[in-house]
Every structure is written in structure tokens, then in C-alpha cells.
């Protein structure tokens, strides 16, 4: 879900500014990857391995990704570095979009207000 900016309150000057700050910042993040990283702990198919007890192997750290509906890729990260990049993927495709969502919201209440999406912004 997206996070909700209440945009009606500020001026339209306000909207702007941060609008031009938005453009300036946001760039498409070449790592970027839309998924997330999970822990998951398990059992194997020892009878007498102590997991069963309760001490679980793990953690282990999976990428998962939803494509489409029931349609998901996972895959195991196998070394620590390759769930920091993980890690680092996705926040970073992340932190993107959450900037392209507050610049839609901002541009969707200047529509809003009749106002000019693109030109006329003075910075
Ligand atoms: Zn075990």
C-alpha cells in the first residue's frame, strides 16, 4: 500500500518545491529489484537432528519476488553477501518508489487545483 501524503493543506508553492526536490533526487536505482528479502528457519530429514526439538537450522535468507498472481520466484541467498545486495536491491527499489508515488500525489493534487504538471515550475 501506498504511504498517503496530505498534500491539501500546503500551498501549491509548497507542492512545487518539493516536487522539484523530488526530480532532482529520484533516479532510477541500477540495482534496483522489486522483492523481498525473508528469514525462514526449518527442519531436515534427520529423526533424531535436535531441529526437531525445537532448534531449528537457519536462518536462512530467500528473495522472493511475485510476478504475477501465483506466480513467484524464490531463490536461496547463499552467501551474506549476496543477501546485503539483496538487502540493498530492493530497499533501494523501494526508497524509488516511494518517491515516484509522493511525486504522482503531488502532481495528481496539482491536477487537482488546475495546475500546470509540466513547465511553470520555478525553482
Ligand atoms: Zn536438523
Request: hydrophobic letters at 35%; aromatic letters at 6%.
Amino acid at each position: 500500500m501506498a504511504r498517503v501524503h496530505s498534500l491539501r493543506r500546503k500551498s501549491t508553492l509548497a507542492l512545487r518545491q518539493r516536487k522539484i526536490a523530488l526530480l532532482r533526487h529520484l533516479a532510477l536505482p541500477p540495482q534496483g529489484i522489486r522483492a523481498s528479502v525473508v528469514e525462514r528457519f526449518g527442519t531436515c530429514g534427520k529423526p533424531s537432528c535436535a531441529c526437531h526439538q525445537g532448534a531449528k537450522h537457519g536462518p536462512y535468507y530467500y528473495l522472493t519476488q511475485c510476478l504475477a498472481k501465483g506466480h513467484v520466484q524464490k531463490f536461496l541467498l547463499k552467501s551474506s553477501s549476496e543477501q546485503a545486495a539483496a538487502r540493498e536491491a530492493t530497499t533501494a527499489f523501494n526508497e524509488f518508489c516511494d518517491g515516484l508515488e509522493e511525486l504522482s500525489q503531488i502532481n495528481t493534487e496539482l491536477l487537482r487545483r488546475g495546475e500546470e504538471l509540466v513547465g511553470s515550475v520555478r525553482s
